[in-house]
């Protein structure tokens, strides 16, 4: 029972028919060599490259794979086919590529990442000593290698300027137009290689997974590989990224050179990475952070404005002399913010108001003495420490004061409680100054 679930573990990733061809639908439990960030996921994907900057990952089929027949001889035919999904937060600024290669060496550790690839570096670029064969899917324009533009696939010999490239796309079965397609937009692909050991001829085709392969190649080039790779040579992927990060995911591969690559059950293949940012996210959340960041800075600047409304000033001289002190916001809501139709009287450099404490609903006189001169000042001061000393029966008791800066002037208030009728009528007189005044 137990080897019959280890056999069918492996049924689901991987198959090898014979020493020369494979199939992974998917890479569950694939014995793959792989190198610095490589890996392959918990659900089967084979994940190149994480979305970190400057790394470089590669993978590879663990057994090297006999290309000549006979000692000397011409490289034999070969066909690859492999499903892919690059994802860049934004298809235009993406970086770099993810190559298939076929080369004479598993061993990278001298390349670069960046531009490079994991498959050169600055100084080996181009050398007949690299001995290697790649499909890049280039998702970065790069002068130095000449790229077309930063949505390509190229054929690589030895080294990244490639000897033909073509924008991304495929051209359809039925009037042969081209349609483009985007490597960096997460949507899953495939790709075929096509190698003819006779005619020497390569074929490279590119199309949307949905799709069967089509007629007609994205890339055809003539080219000898005999003239570059060895007896025996390694197949898999490279792949790299610079200050422009993604990640790269290979869902499955077939290899064969004994005639067309297996085909890969996509039912098996697991779901690429992390799901892609909605389009309505995109649009939506600028505007809701845009929404939040106006709310909060109104909220902030209201509560400000009301802080400064109601703001009030203390000064040395009302630590020993002050009685009781009321707020400036009591006593503006007593007096419903000092309204005309409140208006009792005009005393010495200010105004005289009536109102009720919200509180305890004492009714008041309140004095709202100008801050415009100097004397205004020493008014205000001279009552508060005088008057509110006093006690006598002809004389309205001084409760209290608040002492206040406001936009264009400083404003004190004097609150005073009010007597019987004829009382305020005598001292709180519109044409007469009221006690204190």
């Not at 020369?20 to 014995?31: C, M, R």
């Not at 790229?147 to 390509?152: A, T, V, Y």
């Not at 008041?364 to 415009?372: E, L, M, N, Q």
């Not at 008791?397 to 609150?415: I, M, N, P, T």
Request: proline content about 4%.
């Amino acid at each position: 029972m137990l080897l019959h679930l280890l056999f069918l573990g492996l049924e689901l990733s991987a198959s090898a028919t014979s020493n020369d061809q494979f199939v992974y639908s998917g890479f569950t439990g694939a014995n793959l060599t792989l190198d610095s960030v490589a890996k392959v996921t918990p659900n089967g994907l084979l994940e190149l490259i994480n979305g970190t900057a400057w790394l470089k990952g590669h993978a590879c089929h663990p057994n090297p794979i006999l290309f000549r027949k006979t000692a000397n001889g011409t490289v034999q035919s070969f066909s690859a086919s492999y499903v892919f999904a690059i994802y860049c937060v934004r298809p235009d600024i993406c970086g770099h590529r993810i190559a298939f290669f076929v080369a004479a060496s598993n061993n990278f550790s001298e390349t670069m990442q960046g531009q490079y690839m994991g498959l050169v570096n600055n100084q080996t670029n181009g050398k007949a000593t690299n001995c290697f064969f790649a499909v890049e899917l280039d998702t970065n324009q790069n002068n130095e290698f000449q790229d077309i533009n930063n949505n390509h696939v190229g054929i690589d010999v030895n080294g990244l300027n490639s000897v033909n490239s073509s924008s991304a796309g495929y051209y359809d079965n039925s009037n042969s137009n081209f349609h483009n397609l985007t490597l960096a937009s997460y949507q899953v692909m495939q790709v075929w290689v096509d190698y003819d050991g006779h005619s020497k001829q390569i074929d490279v085709t590119l199309a949307p997974l949905s799709m069967a392969k089509p007629i007609k190649p994205l890339i055809s080039t003539t080219y000898d590989l005999s003239r570059v790779l060895t007896d025996m040579v390694y197949a898999g992927f490279s792949s790299s990224t610079s200050s422009f990060i993604s990640q790269q995911y290979v869902l499955g591969w077939s290899f064969s050179t004994s005639g067309p690559a297996p085909a890969i059950d996509i039912t098996k293949l697991p779901r690429q990475g992390p799901e892609p940012r909605s389009k309505v996210l995109e649009i939506i959340l600028p505007i809701v952070s845009a929404a939040f960041v106006i709310v909060a800075g109104t909220i902030i600047i209201l509560l400000v404005r009301r802080r400064l409304k109601y703001a009030e000033l203390r000064e040395d001289w009302e630590v020993e002399f002050g009685p009781h002190r009321f707020s400036y916001k009591d006593l503006f809501h007593a007096t419903e913010g000092f309204k005309d139709h409140n208006l009792l009287g005009v005393g010495g450099f200010g105004r005289v108001y009536k109102g009720v404490l919200p509180v305890s609903r004492l009714e008041i006189a309140a004095k709202r003495i100008s801050h415009d001169t100097k004397q205004g000042m020493k008014e205000f001061v001279t009552e508060v420490v005088s008057i509110g000393r006093l006690q006598h029966r002809n004389l309205v008791q001084l409760h209290g004061y608040c002492h206040r800066k406001g936009k264009a002037s400083v404003l004190e208030l004097q609150g005073v409680t009010v007597g019987p009728p004829w009382t305020n009528d005598y001292l709180m007189e519109k044409h007469r100054n009221p006690v204190g005044g």
